[in-house]
């Protein structure tokens, strides 16, 4: 639902650091988003082809990283992934559990062409 | 032509969570306690602003921010009824306020004299827990009829949220709400959260509520 902001967000940051580098081009954009961020690719992709045209970034591929949701029992300390829906501790089946990953939700690298040299 | 691969390592919404924090200091430098409403629609987060607006008035001066989708005043009118400053931001169909639009409304909603300012952002339990905007507090009115499940079916909601409200307990007679199973999805996700069950409409359960944030804003302003 909020995908266009978020798509808005991941252009703009790709189109600052390709300027940085006096890049002509933007081919590849790699995203990392944990399974616990409410993203849908899709929409991220539908959203990008339409305000990425006319930039540096027009084509450019995006490709999504998904991160495991890994959770933390308090009570017996064991670690644990989880795909979708909520569970408790399969170990002690404890319910007092801490999200230690899959919140992650950046714009990892970018590949970017000159004309002519190497950037 | 060399395809190069440069190094980003940025926070997709560090943007939004940047001007956050301008919103955050400027609050704090009115000391200006804020409160980031958040409820599905329906829920009656504005019966609950107006009532706590009532319960907290004579002790506090107070104003109000209104997010909505659509440029109608309805909740706006009833805040200006009181006689409250209110400042509506129209998010012109998105569904969820940012640190940004918040910010534009804050220009027009002068500070000065404003000891809390409830902030009623979108009907709507997903987006605007992805979008911090700079409040001291963030809270999700969810209610009785909503059912039993959203706790496991909007997990980041209860996750990022520091108080809980229960709306409508006066419903429980007539609908199947299953309490324990609705606080034990929202104990896996945000143990030992402070939960208030009320009835915004009847006033059970708000004296609590309000006794409560008393306490919480007199903390924060001491320090």
Redesign the interface.
Same mark, same amino acid.
């Given at each position: 639902?909020?995908e266009l902001?978020?798509t808005e967000?991941?252009l703009?940051?790709?189109l600052r650091?390709?300027g940085q580098?006096n890049?002509?081009?933007v081919?590849?954009i790699y995203?990392v988003i944990g399974r616990?961020?409410?993203i849908v690719d899709d929409s991220v992709q539908f959203y990008w082809n339409i305000i990425a045209e006319n930039t540096l970034c027009q084509n450019a591929n995006l490709h999504f990283k998904r991160v495991p949701a890994r959770l933390r029992c308090?009570d017996c300390q064991l670690e644990f992934e989880v795909q979708d829906?909520?569970s408790?501790c399969p170990q002690c089946g404890g319910?007092?559990?801490n999200?230690i990953g899959g919140e992650e939700?950046?714009?990892?690298?970018?590949?970017?062409?000159?004309?002519?040299?190497?950037? | 032509?060399?395809?190069?691969?440069?190094?980003?390592?940025?926070?997709?919404?560090?943007? %939004?969570d940047q001007v956050a924090q301008q919103n955050r200091a400027l609050f704090d430098n009115h000391r200006t306690f804020a409160i980031n409403v958040m409820a599905s629609p329906g829920a009656g987060k504005t019966t609950f602003i107006l009532k706590t607006l009532e319960g907290l008035s004579p002790r506090y001066r107070m104003a109000v921010i209104e997010g909505d989708t659509a440029p109608v005043t309805i909740d706006a009118d009833k805040i200006s009824a009181l006689g409250l400053p209110v400042v509506q931001i129209n998010t012109g169909g998105?569904?969820?306020l940012?640190a940004v639009m918040l910010h534009a409304g804050l220009q027009s909603l002068p500070l000065d004299g404003v000891d809390i300012v409830l902030i009623e952002n979108v009907g %709507?339990l997903?987006?605007p827990?992805?979008?911090k905007l700079g409040s001291h507090l963030n809270l999700l009115v969810a209610s009785t009829p909503e059912g039993d499940d959203k706790?496991?079916k909007y997990?980041?909601m209860y996750?990022g949220i520091d108080v809980l409200i229960i709306n409508k307990m006066d419903l429980i007679p007539y609908i199947d709400f299953n309490m324990a199973y609705f606080q034990?999805?929202v104990?896996?996700?945000n143990?030992g959260l402070r939960t208030f069950p009320v009835s915004a409409k009847t006033g059970e359960g708000m004296s609590e509520w309000i006794n409560w944030l008393d306490e919480v804003v007199q903390q924060h302003r001491k320090k």
């Amino acid at each position: 639902m909020h995908e266009l902001a978020v798509t808005e967000s991941v252009l703009e940051i790709a189109l600052r650091h390709a300027g940085q580098v006096n890049a002509d081009r933007v081919t590849d954009i790699y995203l990392v988003i944990g399974r616990l961020s409410s993203i849908v690719d899709d929409s991220v992709q539908f959203y990008w082809n339409i305000i990425a045209e006319n930039t540096l970034c027009q084509n450019a591929n995006l490709h999504f990283k998904r991160v495991p949701a890994r959770l933390r029992c308090v009570d017996c300390q064991l670690e644990f992934e989880v795909q979708d829906s909520l569970s408790p501790c399969p170990q002690c089946g404890g319910y007092h559990i801490n999200v230690i990953g899959g919140e992650e939700f950046y714009v990892e690298s970018i590949i970017v062409e000159k004309e002519g040299a190497t950037v | 032509m060399t395809p190069t691969r440069v190094p980003v390592v940025e926070k997709i919404l560090d943007a %939004n969570d940047q001007v956050a924090q301008q919103n955050r200091a400027l609050f704090d430098n009115h000391r200006t306690f804020a409160i980031n409403v958040m409820a599905s629609p329906g829920a009656g987060k504005t019966t609950f602003i107006l009532k706590t607006l009532e319960g907290l008035s004579p002790r506090y001066r107070m104003a109000v921010i209104e997010g909505d989708t659509a440029p109608v005043t309805i909740d706006a009118d009833k805040i200006s009824a009181l006689g409250l400053p209110v400042v509506q931001i129209n998010t012109g169909g998105d569904c969820h306020l940012d640190a940004v639009m918040l910010h534009a409304g804050l220009q027009s909603l002068p500070l000065d004299g404003v000891d809390i300012v409830l902030i009623e952002n979108v009907g %709507n339990l997903i987006c605007p827990a992805a979008f911090k905007l700079g409040s001291h507090l963030n809270l999700l009115v969810a209610s009785t009829p909503e059912g039993d499940d959203k706790p496991y079916k909007y997990p980041n909601m209860y996750r990022g949220i520091d108080v809980l409200i229960i709306n409508k307990m006066d419903l429980i007679p007539y609908i199947d709400f299953n309490m324990a199973y609705f606080q034990q999805g929202v104990e896996i996700l945000n143990p030992g959260l402070r939960t208030f069950p009320v009835s915004a409409k009847t006033g059970e359960g708000m004296s609590e509520w309000i006794n409560w944030l008393d306490e919480v804003v007199q903390q924060h302003r001491k320090k």
